[in-house]
Structure formats: structure tokens, C-alpha cells
């Protein structure tokens, strides 16, 4: 019954959408510097005095926007001109994932984290992965990609209950199996604009595994009729970073592309033994979009994004025989890529109502080669692959000055095969979605929004995730937010059908297929505020996530000749049939709805633009996570996070500079049943970056990562590594920028 009123609402606003007023009027205008040149890119804000409704329109090549259909007000008789003067202050940030439409930071009903380019750019870094890892209340693991896949946290939140997007669609490398990860360090930035982080239950918009946030890639948009860069940078490991990035926008038809080469030599904390904590690698990166507008009305717009990446390292793997015939010691060659391709056409049936439709399909396939250490023989072959396909559309219309409503459906299929990783080798789940929002201006300075959405899964069931949230500004520097979402995730087809076997160890792991959903409540409240001159800024955000059903990894014990394993799977709510793949005389995990968690905690962050060039900028986290049966505190989390930056930048000159920290405290790594714990130390981390710019679009930059070479205090011994960090790290490059404007 619930998805029927759904429906009905979305076929409303269809029926809605037509119903524009012949009385409407136009805004025009042009963006320029003040020496008369056209700002394109620029963001132009409409807002009615009223009502509060903001109307958001970016300028085009030529510097010019336009604001149509707008409600009959005083009509000027000339096009309106704004001139731009350089100011030290700090730049006005507009966000789209937060509610699948763009709005002002300050306007937001949730809290929304935002890295632009130009952060980006003054870091130094080449992935994303290491990106987010400088993000208040987000978490990742450094040295990653030499050490393993770049998983991330929100808010005390795992990479399992994390959704990652690519301009909204959602990224694959075969999460279901890898413990929910996506390796963010396989992500480069040539083609980022932005990086939004989405904190708090979103699978209102979203869907499954949108219980933590949302981590969305916002990719380039031609602007320019030309623009070209090329980058090249070494480093010691042997890293070597060589990328080219185009951009052209010809009358109807733009693009952007992207081609890398990456590569790091790996590195071994402990020479005394055989096994590298990071492998080396390589990996091309390729991406390409076009965008064509046929008419003021219509555009379609395609994209490719593909990487191929090859590492090569040791490790401690199965012995076929039994020591000192086979050490288990051996050398792995893994192969992976991923390819993503995505068509989108948006149309405006008038200047109140646009529709678009979205076709995405993307795939994931690793292959895993490795040697003996003893004898050199080569190890069976081992494989991964998925295979995920989607298909929405989705209806805007802005209803009067007041209501501004979105609804859409998406039907997605998601298929696995591979080795030794799944029962029957494959696992398919298919998922059939309605959603709808209105964001509501109920005075000039009160916006409410409230929103749904209904997922079917073929393999579990049904699943509402409903959402509201409220903004009031009470100035125009000062805004209070409160936000509450449900969130769901679907058991992945990891857990419902995995079926892996260790012989090295003795254990098993068993999907099951009779796991329900996880399902989270979770509460933002926070503000936003500025001084008066825009100088500086302050954040404050109070966050508490529950989640009920969480999925865990539970031991049923040794597997005895005499278990009678179909009572033993019944009596724990999985079914029997799955006791084909059971073996008999190892351990057995499997997979069940066991715990309950809560995180919840606050963060602050906060920024001053300096006289002489300089910026000082920090954040502040402070997270309780708990099991909520026991109340013991969960693993792999930091109570405690902090950041803090200075920054310089002399235009005249074209120098810039910033020192960056980072600060964690200890953090559990692992718990016994008991609630003994073991500790990992807390650790901090400096990194410094420079740039100066030469004549002709030359750039040259360096930094030096990890300052003060802080390492795991059992890095060189025979301990164990909880942090595989290489130390300090350097790199120097140069950068090749040509602009060609109107």
C-alpha cells in the first residue's frame, strides 16, 4: 500500500509539471571582471524575498545566465550586469548530492563535506582515496593502495553501509565480496571537480548502502572552447604520476578527457621477512565525456571511465603440502580493471519542468596468478567478476515560489561469478525502486524537505526509507539545520551466497540467504556560520546513527564427522540447503543479524582568511561508537580526529604553500567475546606542499608527505603492523596549464 500512495504522488507530479503561469517573466544577466572579460562557470544565485525559494543557475562560456518562468514581479527593461572583484574571502560552495538537486552549503537540510579543485589541486595528491582522508569524521587508512584496498568510514560508519557515486552512479569493484570495500586509490582525480561527503542516512535518495553517507565524484564540465594540462611527477618508491587533461566546448558539442599512468615500486616494512606489506603496481586511467546540446531544450551527454591495473607482491598463502615441503610462502600477480559507461539525456519541457533519463553499465574483473616461493610452480588461477547494470528517470518541477519536487524510478540488475568465492559460482540480485522529495519554502527564512523512497529487492523483499529535514537562516551569516533519515542496506551478495574455503587455516565461510536488510535511524543537527565580511566560517554538526539488524560474521564452531550440520544451519536461522557447501573437519563462519550499534558524536570545523595571503582552517571529531547490546566500544574506530591547516597563497607572485595535519587517537584492533582489547597506538601525520608558477603556463610543485616519518612502532620487527604506513614519502613535478577563452 505504501509503494501505491508513492506512485500516486509521483504521477501527480507529472500531472503538475504542465501547469506553468502564462504570466511569467525573465531575468537575464552577464557575469564579467572588472576588466569587461566573461566569468564562465560563475554561480548565480535568484532568491525570493518572500518566500525564501532559491534558484540556482551557473554562467555559461560567455559569462551569461538567465532565469526563466518566474513568478510576475517589477520587470527591468535591460539585462542585469554583475562585475567580479578578486577578494580574499572565502568562496561560496554549491552542493548537489545532498539532495539530488544544487543548492548553497549554507541552505543544506543535512551535513554535506565539499572538496573542490582547487583543494585538490593544492594537496599534491593523485587519488581520491588519499583526497578524503584530510575530511573531518571521515576515515581511511593510508598507504593503501601499496596495502590493500582504501576502505573508508563516516561518522563511525564502515565502507559496507558507505555508497560511493560517480557523478550519482554508483562505483563497482566487486564490494560484495571484499568486505564492502571500494578502493578509492584505483579513483585518480584528473576528471574530479569536486568531491562531496554526504554524512547521516541517505537512502531516501539513494538507496541500499547509503546507511553511513554518500561519497559522490562530481566530475568536470566543459566551459572553456579549449583548455589543456598536463602533469608529470616522481617520487621516491618509484612513484611515478604522468597525466593529460583536455577540455573543449565548440558552439552545441563539449568534452573533457583524462589519461593517466600511475606507478609505485610497493614497499616492506620488515626486510626479515618474506611477506611486503605493499605490493608494487601500475595502472593506466582513461576517461572521456561529451555533451551535446541539440537545442535549448534537449541534450544528451555519454561518458567513459576505465582503469587497468597489474601488482605484483608476497604474501603468506595456502601450502598445498604439508611444512617443509610447502611453506605456504608466495608471490601473487593480481590483475584488475573496471570499465563504467553512462548515457544521460535531459530534457526541459519547460522552464518550471525538466526530466532526465539515465542508462549506466559497469563492470569489474580481477584475476589472481601467483608462484611458490619453494619451487617456483604456479598457483591455480583464482577470479572475480561483476557485472552491474541501471536504468532511472527522474522528473523535477518547481511548483510556484514555494515547492520544489523531484521524483523518479530506477529498475538495476547486479551479477557475480568468480572461483572459491561464491555457492554455484554466480549470485544475481535484481532491484526496482520509486522515490520522491519536496523541498518546501514555507517562509523567507524556513525550508522544510520531506521525502521517501521504496525499494524492492528480488532476493529479501521490500524496504521504505522515509527523510525530513528542516533549514532556518536566521541571518545571512548564520544558519541552524536538523535532518533525520532511515536508511537500509541489503544484505550484498557476499553475504547472501559467499562460500569460501581456507585450507591454510582450517575455516569456511558460508553466505545466507535468509538475512534481513540492516536498517538505520540517523540524526544531523548542526550550523552554519560566517562573520560578517565573509572572512571566516564555522561548522558545527551534533550526528547519532543507530542501525538494528547489523549483519556480522558469527562462528558455529568446529565442524565435526558427527555435526549434523542441516539441524545445526536451522537451529541458527539459515537455511539447510546451503549445507552442501559445508566441509566437514574445519571451522565454520556464517553469517547472521545479530548486533546493534550506535555511533553518534559532534564535529566542528572552521576556516579564517589571514591578512598577507595566509588561511588558518581546522576540524575537530569526537565519536562513540558502541555495540548497543554490551556497550563495548567498536573496533577499528578513533574516539578521537583533528585537522588543522596553514595555508599561503601570493598571487602577484604566483607562489602558494600549505602544512597540513592530520590526528588520530588509538583505536581498538581487535575484541574478544570478553571485551579485552587490543590497542593500536594514536599517531599524527604532517604533510607539506609548494607550487610556484613560470611564464608561459608552467607550473612546478613538490611535497613531502608523512613530515616527520611517522610509522607503526612495530614497523622492522617481528610484530604485528596495524598501520602500514611507508613513511615519509617526497614528490616533485610539473604542471603544463593552456587556456583558450572566448
Known amino acids: ?23 511569467s517573466i525573465s531575468i537575464k544577466g552577464r557575469v564579467e571582471d572588472s576588466a569587461k572579460k566573461a566569468i564562465p562557470g560563475a554561480t548565480v544565485v535568484l532568491r525570493n524575498q518572500k518566500t525564501g525559494l532559491e534558484r540556482i543557475a551557473a554562467t555559461d562560456a560567455a559569462g551569461q545566465f538567465a532565469f526563466n518562468a518566474l513568478m510576475p514581479v517589477e520587470d527591468s527593461k535591460t539585462d542585469l550586469v554583475f562585475v567580479l572583484e578578486p577578494e580574499a574571502v572565502r568562496e561560496e560552495v554549491t552542493v548537489v548530492s545532498g539532495s539530488r538537486q544544487e543548492e548553497l552549503r549554507e541552505s543544506l537540510t543535512t551535513k554535506v563535506e565539499v572538496i573542490t579543485a582547487d583543494d585538490i589541486k593544492k594537496t599534491g595528491y593523485e587519488t581520491v582515496g588519499e583526497i578524503l582522508r584530510e575530511i573531518p569524521g571521515v576515515v581511511t587508512r593510508r ?37 564492502g570495500v571500494i578502493n578509492l586509490d584505483r579513483q585518480q582525480i584528473g576528471r574530479v571537480e569536486s568531491i562531496e561527503v554526504v554524512k547521516g542516512a541517505s537512502s531516501a535518495l539513494y538507496g541500499s548502502d547509503a546507511i553511513g553517507g554518500v561519497i559522490n565524484i562530481i566530475t568536470k564540465e566543459p566551459t572553456k572552447p579549449f583548455t589543456a594540462t598536463l602533469t608529470a611527477a616522481a617520487g621516491n618508491f618509484g612513484v611515478a604520476d604522468l597525466r593529460s587533461d583536455f577540455g573543449f566546448k565548440r558552439d552545441k558539442l563539449g568534452g573533457v578527457f583524462s589519461f593517466g599512468r600511475h606507478k609505485n615500486n610497493g614497499f616492506d616494512l620488515n626486510p626479515n621477512t618474506y611477506i611486503t606489506e605493499g605490493a608494487g603496481y601500475h595502472r593506466y586511467d582513461l576517461y572521456g565525456k561529451l555533451k551535446y546540446q541539440f537545442t535549448d531544450k534537449f ?8 582503469y587497468w591495473n597489474e601488482s605484483l607482491g608476497r604474501v603468506q598463502g595456502e601450502p598445498v603440502e604439508p611444512p617443509p615441503l610447502d611453506n605456504g610462502l608466495q608471490t601473487n600477480n593480481v590483475k584488475d580493471n573496471s570499465q563504467n559507461y553512462g548515457l544521460t539525456a535531459d530534457w526541459s519541457i519547460n522552464d518550471r519542468t525538466a526530466v532526465q533519463i539515465r542508462g549506466y553499465y559497469s563492470r569489474y574483473d580481477e584475476v589472481v596468478r601467483g608462484t611458490r616461493q619453494m619451487n617456483g610452480a604456479p598457483i591455480p588461477e583464482g577470479n572475480l567478476f561483476q557485472r552491474y547494470g541501471k536504468l532511472d528517470a527522474t522528473i523535477s518541477h518547481l511548483w510556484g515560489e514555494r515547492h520544489f519536487i523531484q521524483a523518479g524510478v530506477e529498475v538495476a540488475t547486479d551479477r557475480y561469478s568468480g572461483i572459491n568465492r561464491l555457492q554455484n559460482d554466480r549470485a544475481k540480485a535484481d532491484t526496482r525502486v520509486i522515490w520522491a522529495q519536496d523541498k518546501i519554502n514555507i517562509v523567507k527564512r524556513l525550508t522544510f524537505t520531506i521525502g521517501g523512497r521504496f525499494d524492492h529487492h528480488s532476493i529479501f523483499g521490500s524496504a521504505g526509507s522515509p527523510k525530513f529535514g528542516l533549514n532556518y537562516k536566521v541571518t545571512d551569516w548564520a544558519s541552524f539545520r536538523a535532518s533525520w533519515g532511515r536508511g537500509f542496506r541489503a544484505p550484498d551478495l557476499g553475504q547472501l551466497r559467499y562460500r569460501f574455503a581456507n585450507p591454510s587455516s582450517f575455516y569456511q565461510v558460508i553466505g545466507n540467504p535468509n538475512l534481513s536488510p540492516e536498517h538505520s535511524g540517523s540524526w544531523q543537527i548542526g550550523g552554519e556560520f560566517t562573520t560578517p565580511n565573509r572572512k571566516g566560517r564555522l561548522g558545527v554538526n551534533y550526528f547519532r546513527n543507530d542501525i538494528r539488524n547489523l549483519i556480522n560474521s558469527v562462528s558455529l564452531g568446529f565442524i565435526t564427522p558427527a555435526t549434523d550440520i542441516p539441524a545445526l544451519l536451522t537451529a541458527n536461522g539459515i537455511d539447510p540447503e546451503v549445507s552442501q557447501f559445508v566441509q566437514r573437519n574445519w571451522l565454520l563462519f556464517v553469517y547472521k543479524n545479530t548486533a546493534r550499534a550506535y555511533t553518534t558524536g559532534g564535529e566542528a570545523d572552521a576556516s579564517y582568511v589571514l591578512p ?24 577499528g574506530r578513533n574516539k578521537h580526529q583533528g585537522t588543522a591547516k596553514l595555508a599561503y597563497d601570493n598571487v602577484r607572485y604566483g607562489f602558494s604553500a600549505n602544512l597540513r595535519g592530520s590526528f588520530y587517537s588509538r583505536w581498538i584492533v581487535s575484541q574478544t567475546v570478553a571485551g579485552v582489547n587490543t590497542y593500536a597506538p594514536g599517531f599524527q601525520l604532517w604533510d607539506l606542499y609548494g607550487s610556484k608558477s613560470l611564464p608561459k603556463g608552467f607550473d612546478i610543485f613538490g611535497s613531502i608527505d608523512n613530515l616527520f616519518d611517522s610509522q607503526d612502532p612495530n614497523t622492522g620487527t617481528a610484530g604485528s603492523i596495524f598501520r602500514p604506513d611507508a613513511g615519509r614519502t617526497f614528490r616533485v613535478g610539473m604542471r603544463w596549464s593552456f587556456d583558450k577563452g572566448e
Open 1 to 23: 500500500m505504501a509503494g501505491k500512495r508513492l506512485f500516486l504522488y509521483v504521477l501527480s507530479i507529472f500531472i503538475l509539471a504542465f501547469g506553468v503561469n502564462a504570466q
Open 143 to 179: 598507504g593503501s593502495e601499496t596495502a590493500g584496498a582504501a576502505g573508508e568510514q563516516i561518522q563511525g560508519i564502515d565502507s559496507r553501509q558507505v555508497l560511493v557515486l560517480n557523478d550519482g552512479q554508483p562505483i563497482v569493484g566487486a564490494r560484495g565480496i571484499k568486505s
Open 299 to 306: 541534450s544528451l551527454l555519454g561518458f567513459a571511465n576505465s
Open 612 to 635: 598577507f595571503g595566509f588561511t588558518v582552517s581546522g576540524a575537530y571529531t569526537y565519536l562513540d561508537a558502541r555495540n548497543a547490546v554490551n556497550k563495548f566500544y567498536l573496533t
